[in-house]
């Protein structure tokens, strides 16, 4: 048994369907699907960072100050948290193709649209736009992943996911540099919009609906779209439809369910190891270059090691994947929790000798870019496919909630001026939370399977 079928909800399979995707060697049609996912999640990178590079034209085009940007930033973030709080989870109704197809669309609509507006209150509607498609598109491209992997390569694409939202990022620093020089900020907006709508309407060729969903939820013509799938995938065709879990029946998909009894303390301890994350990630990529200015290095210096950082964030999310597959995702995210504290309490108390802080920092960056990947794949191995959408969402989008929290407190904590021996042992302190939570949700799951 794989390590992380210990952390699956007993009764979530569907009497052996589920093997029919996850053994055996990859088909060409799941790589398709995997490969599109991969490639709407680097656009989803290039839609994101798309506001960031236009920001200094836009300020001086349109003669802004820097807190009217800051608040079209914090739309588009808080577009981020209610797609994936509010939309995302509508894939357990209507399909996780649909939500990707249309997420995709929306965004590639949206980001044409921003490059003809000529007001801020456009720009500010529109970047919340934005968020919503993109909130939306991290959980259900997350489970489309799971759900059309095999077992042992699921988590490692589930990393190549994430890592494509990285270097969607990088691909709109390089765009940005060349457009917006020879063409103006709006350039920008205009490619990465006809790339979003390439990609939603490759998905509406070739994306296939998940088998899983086809066979729990049942919508109409189901039986023919999962023989349709099965003959894609050079498998026996199915002569009637499994019978339906009762819980697909009572209102799936909805919050309320993530309460049950059987899953409401792995729910609450997944979001306490999401905000976390958050908390910590966003204060590091945020006052990561300040902090290191304060402590003696180079401003210069301090930008260019955004580079270091951001290459070891990108290895410890693809690693993560190597070592959820190893060691379950549940132990895999606590050993990263941990030591990303550890980065971080030293961080704080060695010299200021820039190669050794820079060292220190990648460390901790490349910790903590782990963790994200282990609690996604733990949160999409311990939901049942009918709930699915629903709990990656939840814990994505109240996680997010930390992202506006650890900023905040870093913030106010060098306000104070305070030293960094004072403030990052905080944030190691967090970590050892998140770690906490992960450890004692792996408990109370195999608890909770032992019962069953």
């Given at each position: 048994m794989a390590r992380d079928e210990e952390w699956v909800v007993a009764g979530a399979g569907h009497s052996g369907v589920?093997?029919?995707?996850?053994?055996?060697?990859?088909?060409?049609?799941?790589?398709?699907?995997?490969?599109?996912?991969?490639?709407?999640?680097?656009s989803d990178g290039l839609d994101t960072s798309a506001i960031a590079?236009?920001?200094?034209?836009?300020?001086?085009?349109?003669?802004?100050?820097?807190?009217?940007?800051?608040?079209i930033f914090s739309l588009g973030a808080a577009g981020l948290v209610c797609g994936a709080i509010f939309v995302a989870p509508l894939a357990d109704r209507f399909g996780r193709r649909n939500i990707i197809m249309w997420a995709v669309a929306f965004n590639g609509l949206s980001m044409l649209?921003?490059?003809?507006?000529?007001?801020?209150?456009a720009l500010l509607a529109l970047r919340f736009v934005t968020g919503l498609g993109i909130g939306a598109l991290v959980p259900s491209l997350s489970v489309m992943v799971v759900e059309f992997s095999t077992e042992r390569r699921g988590n490692i694409f589930l990393a190549l996911v994430h890592v494509g939202f990285a270097i969607g990022a990088m691909l709109g620093a390089a765009v940005g540099a060349v457009l917006i020089e020879a063409l103006g900020w709006r350039s920008i907006f205009v490619f990465a919009g006809l790339v979003s709508l390439v990609l939603a309407a490759l998905s509406f060729l070739l994306l296939p609906e998940s088998l899983h969903f086809l066979l729990t939820r049942q919508p109409r013509n189901a039986l023919a779209r999962a023989n349709a799938l099965l003959a894609r995938l050079n498998e026996p065709l199915l002569e009637?439809?499994?019978?339906?879990?009762?819980?697909?029946?009572?209102?799936?998909?909805?919050?309320?369910?993530?309460?049950?009894?059987?899953?409401?303390?792995?729910?609450?301890?997944l979001w306490l190891a999401a905000f976390s994350r958050y908390f910590v990630s966003y204060f590091l990529?945020?006052?990561?270059?300040?902090i290191l200015v304060l402590a003696g290095v180079s401003p210069t210096l301090a930008i260019a090691s955004g580079i270091v950082t951001g290459g070891a964030a990108i290895m410890g999310a693809l690693l993560m994947g190597t070592f959820a597959s190893t060691l379950g995702a549940p132990r895999a995210t606590c050993v990263s929790f941990a030591l990303c504290a550890a980065s971080l309490v030293t961080f704080g108390f060695i010299q200021?000798?820039?190669?050794?802080?820079?060292a220190v920092a990648a460390v901790a960056l490349f910790a903590i870019e782990a963790t994200f990947t282990g609690v996604v794949i733990a949160s999409?191995?311990?939901?049942?496919?009918e709930l699915r959408s629903t709990g990656v969402?939840?814990?994505?989008?109240?996680?997010?909630?930390?992202?506006?929290?650890?900023?905040?407190?870093?913030?106010?904590?060098?306000?104070?001026?305070?030293?960094r021996a004072v403030v990052y042992p905080v944030y190691a302190a967090v970590c050892l939370v998140g770690a906490t939570a992960i450890l004692i949700a792996f408990r109370r799951r195999v608890e909770v399977a032992g019962t069953n």
């Amino acid at each position: 048994m794989a390590r992380d079928e210990e952390w699956v909800v007993a009764g979530a399979g569907h009497s052996g369907v589920s093997q029919i995707v996850r053994s055996g060697p990859l088909k060409l049609w799941q790589l398709v699907t995997l490969v599109l996912c991969i490639l709407i999640n680097i656009s989803d990178g290039l839609d994101t960072s798309a506001i960031a590079y236009a920001a200094p034209s836009i300020l001086k085009d349109w003669r802004l100050g820097p807190e009217t940007m800051g608040l079209i930033f914090s739309l588009g973030a808080a577009g981020l948290v209610c797609g994936a709080i509010f939309v995302a989870p509508l894939a357990d109704r209507f399909g996780r193709r649909n939500i990707i197809m249309w997420a995709v669309a929306f965004n590639g609509l949206s980001m044409l649209m921003i490059a003809t507006v000529d007001s801020v209150e456009a720009l500010l509607a529109l970047r919340f736009v934005t968020g919503l498609g993109i909130g939306a598109l991290v959980p259900s491209l997350s489970v489309m992943v799971v759900e059309f992997s095999t077992e042992r390569r699921g988590n490692i694409f589930l990393a190549l996911v994430h890592v494509g939202f990285a270097i969607g990022a990088m691909l709109g620093a390089a765009v940005g540099a060349v457009l917006i020089e020879a063409l103006g900020w709006r350039s920008i907006f205009v490619f990465a919009g006809l790339v979003s709508l390439v990609l939603a309407a490759l998905s509406f060729l070739l994306l296939p609906e998940s088998l899983h969903f086809l066979l729990t939820r049942q919508p109409r013509n189901a039986l023919a779209r999962a023989n349709a799938l099965l003959a894609r995938l050079n498998e026996p065709l199915l002569e009637a439809l499994p019978p339906r879990p009762p819980a697909a029946t009572a209102g799936q998909g909805t919050v309320r369910r993530l309460f049950a009894p059987e899953y409401r303390t792995v729910t609450l301890l997944l979001w306490l190891a999401a905000f976390s994350r958050y908390f910590v990630s966003y204060f590091l990529t945020q006052w990561k270059p300040q902090i290191l200015v304060l402590a003696g290095v180079s401003p210069t210096l301090a930008i260019a090691s955004g580079i270091v950082t951001g290459g070891a964030a990108i290895m410890g999310a693809l690693l993560m994947g190597t070592f959820a597959s190893t060691l379950g995702a549940p132990r895999a995210t606590c050993v990263s929790f941990a030591l990303c504290a550890a980065s971080l309490v030293t961080f704080g108390f060695i010299q200021a000798e820039p190669v050794l802080l820079l060292a220190v920092a990648a460390v901790a960056l490349f910790a903590i870019e782990a963790t994200f990947t282990g609690v996604v794949i733990a949160s999409t191995r311990f939901y049942p496919v009918e709930l699915r959408s629903t709990g990656v969402g939840y814990t994505i989008g109240v996680g997010r909630f930390g992202a506006i929290a650890g900023p905040y407190l870093g913030g106010a904590l060098l306000a104070m001026n305070l030293d960094r021996a004072v403030v990052y042992p905080v944030y190691a302190a967090v970590c050892l939370v998140g770690a906490t939570a992960i450890l004692i949700a792996f408990r109370r799951r195999v608890e909770v399977a032992g019962t069953n």
